[in-house]
C-alpha cells in the first residue's frame, strides 16, 4: 500500500515555470550523492493523471523539499503565481496543494520532514553572478486576508479519498496558513555567488536525506499549529478510531 515503504528520500516540489533550472541542479547533486530523489522530470510515469503522479511520489518520500523564490508564489504580474492574489474562487495552484498535502502526510506520520529551499533573485555580472537574500530582498509574499482556495481543498480530498486517506486532519487551511507552515521549518537559503549558493543547501539535504535512511530522529516544527488545531485532530483521531472499533465489532466473532 502506498506510504508505508519510503521509495524516495526526498521530494522535489517546484514552479516549472520559475525553477526548473534550480530543481535540474538540486536533483543532479543531490542524487549524485547517493539520494533518491523524485523529481517530475525523471519519475512521472507516462499515462498517469499528473496530480495523480505527485501525489504518489509524495506518500512515497520522506523528506519534502519544496522550492520557493519570488516568481514560484510572488510574480509580480503573474497573478496564478502570486500567493497573495489567489482567491476562494481561484483554480487550483498545483504549488498550494503539493504543500497542502505535504502537511497531511507529515500529520499521519509518512513524510518527517519539510525543509524549504528559499531561493533569493539573481543578479548576472561579470563574476557570474548571485543571489539575494531571499526575505530582506522582499521575495517573500505578504498575505493578511484568510482565504481559503477551494480548488485546493476539493482537490486535496480526492487525492486522500484516492490513497484510501478519509477526510484531512487539517480542515480548510488558509493560504497564509500553509505558507507558514511550510517556511516555519528549519530551511536552506540559496544567496550568494551562483558558484558556491548551493552548496550549503546541498550539504544540509544529504545530512537530513541519509539520517531519515538510518532512522535518526529530526523534529519536524509545529509551532504554527494552534492549540485549538491540536484539539481538533486529537478529537478527529480518535472519532475515526471508534467508528472504525463500530463497525469491526459485529464481526469480531467471526474473525
Known amino acids: 500500500m502506498l506510504g508505508e515503504v519510503a521509495v524516495y528520500d526526498v521530494f522535489m516540489s517546484y514552479r516549472v515555470q520559475s525553477d526548473l533550472k534550480h530543481a535540474e541542479i538540486l536533483y543532479s547533486k543531490l542524487t549524485g550523492a547517493g539520494l533518491k530523489v523524485w523529481w517530475d522530470k ?16 509524495m506518500v512515497q518520500s520522506l523528506v519534502f523539499l519544496p522550492l520557493l523564490s519570488r516568481d514560484a508564489i510572488n510574480h509580480p504580474s503573474v497573478d496564478k503565481q502570486n500567493f497573495s492574489h489567489l482567491t476562494r474562487s481561484s483554480n487550483c495552484d ?5 504543500h497542502r498535502l505535504a502537511m497531511e502526510l507529515v500529520e499521519r506520520g509518512i513524510i518527517t520532514n519539510i525543509c524549504p529551499v528559499l ?22 509574499p505578504k498575505l493578511f486576508d484568510a482565504v481559503i482556495v477551494d480548488s485546493v ?9 484516492r490513497l ?5 486532519l487539517l480542515d480548510n487551511q488558509t493560504v497564509q496558513v500553509v505558507l507558514d507552515c511550510i517556511v516555519k521549518n528549519q530551511g536552506c537559503l540559496i544567496d550568494g555567488p551562483y558558484d558556491t ?5 546541498i550539504t544540509d539535504v544529504i545530512q537530513m536525506g541519509r539520517q531519515k535512511r538510518s532512522g535518526d530522529e529530526l523534529s519536524y516544527s509545529s509551532s504554527w499549529r494552534s492549540k485549538e488545531q491540536k484539539s481538533t485532530i486529537k478529537k478527529r483521531r480518535n ?17
Open 153 to 161: 481543498e476539493h482537490a486535496l480530498q480526492d487525492q486522500l479519498n
Open 42 to 57: 525523471k519519475c512521472l510515469k507516462p499515462g498517469v493523471p499528473w496530480n495523480e503522479g505527485f501525489c504518489d511520489g
Open 239 to 255: 472519532a475515526e478510531i471508534d467508528s472504525l472499533a463500530t463497525i469491526v465489532e459485529p464481526y469480531a466473532e467471526l474473525i
Open 164 to 168: 484510501c486517506f478519509g477526510t484531512p
Open 94 to 98: 498545483n504549488v498550494l496543494l503539493e
Open 119 to 140: 531561493i533569493g533573485d539573481f543578479v548576472d555580472d561579470e563574476s557570474g553572478g548571485s543571489y539575494s537574500d531571499y526575505f530582506t530582498s522582499g521575495c517573500h
Open 197 to 201: 549558493a548551493f552548496d550549503p543547501v
